[in-house]
């Protein structure tokens, strides 16, 4: 218990440190995404935000200016090697601001003067974890939509505090564009959570026509369904305008297993669909997400299509899910 508890601190300092200190500095790395503006510092006190330097949002309002970055060094008894795979023990980690500067050996990291110290000699440091695919907000069900957005919020912050600093969302699930406005907050300071991308609505095949149980969407909450390549580009140009950083789509779905074990599919976008969807994302430089199952659908012999474009995509696993949630990064 003892051990799970410090290993548990250790995650949790980490992550804080790298996310909390200089917010505004995070943006998507995604080149279309807007970035998030800068609060402006108010020249002098303000009620309401106690003893500290108060900050104007950008449309307005007064709240409490997140932390000057600083430096600090964690001396780690142990710390996972994540690319070698190797526990190293005695190891320092100097973060500056957002960045983790060096990482090495005790005495041969050199710890500038000042600079605050956190000892773990007596606990394992890892990497932050990357979660890379991800439904920090979940189907309302009977939620409102404050609801949903306040159990979002400590979603994220659960998340970065169980030692996870990046996570990849996949689709707001009903949410709308409420994932944008998360990100952004968590960029600005003003919530705290990881480093999120996130991707919207995602954009769904309807058919070549739309069926009868299709039905307007004016709160633009749910997935956009698309019936033909000209709606396929709006659709992936209506998500960038809404700041996405990446675009989910689903190529096959009604998965199921035969009595023998064999894993079924229906395949969903036409192949002219497939490949507008896939020229507007790369037009606007966003990147496809593809949900696909792992046993080798794209290249079996009687397949005229494949189920998503040659271009580099970001594909997902319908078998192997548990493999991506355990993925580890910096």
């Known amino acids: 218990m003892r051990y799970r508890f410090a290993l548990k601190a250790a995650l ?3 992550g804080v440190l790298m996310v909390a200190p200089a917010p505004w500095a995070q943006v998507s790395s995604a080149g279309h995404a807007p970035q998030t503006p800068a609060p402006q ?23 409490a200016c997140p932390p000057t ?5 964690i001396r780690a008894g142990r710390l996972f090697d994540s690319i070698n795979g190797t526990m190293l023990t005695k190891q320092v980690v100097l973060i500056q601001g957002q960045r983790i500067a060096d990482v090495g050996p005790d005495g041969s990291v050199t710890i500038p003067a000042g600079t ?56 707001s699930h009903g949410n709308g564009y409420q994932d944008v406005t998360l990100r952004d907050m968590i960029n600005l300071g003003v919530i705290i959570g990881p480093r999120v ?13 739309p069926r009868p149980n299709e039905k307007p969407d004016p709160e633009l909450l749910s997935a956009i369904v698309v019936h033909n390549v000209e709606e396929a580009r ?36 036409p192949l002219e669909v497939m490949q507008a969807l896939d020229d507007e994302a790369e037009r606007l430089g966003v990147l496809l997400d593809c949900l696909v199952d792992d046993v080798g659908h794209s290249a079996r012999p009687n397949r005229t299509q494949p189920l998503c474009p040659p271009r580099p995509i970001a594909f997902e696993s319908a078998t192997s899910t548990c493999a991506s949630r355990a993925s580890f990064g910096t």
Not at 47 to 57: D, F, K, S
Not at 69 to 73: D, N, S
Not at 143 to 169: C, H, I, P, Y
Request: charged share 20%; proline share 7%.
């Open 12 to 14: 949790g300092i980490f």
């Open 41 to 63: 510092v108010v020249p002098s006190p303000w009620r309401g935000v106690g003893p500290v330097v108060p900050c104007v949002l950008p449309w307005g309002g007064i709240y």
């Open 69 to 73: 970055p600083v430096a600090v060094a």
């Open 116 to 171: 605050r110290v956190i000892d773990l000699s007596q606990a394992t440091v890892l990497p932050g974890l990357i979660d890379s695919h991800d439904h920090f907000m979940t189907a309302r069900g009977k939620m409102t939509a404050d609801q949903a957005l306040l159990v979002a919020t400590k979603r994220l912050r659960d998340a970065l505090e169980n030692g996870f600093t990046s996570l990849k969302e996949m689709t």
């Open 197 to 209: 991308q996130v991707s919207g609505r995602g954009i769904v095949w309807g058919g070549t026509t």
């Open 234 to 269: 709006a659709a992936v140009r209506f998500e960038v305008d809404h700041g996405v950083d990446h675009i989910k789509l689903y190529p096959v779905g009604g998965w199921k297993f035969s009595p023998t074990g064999e894993l079924q599919f229906q395949e969903t976008y």
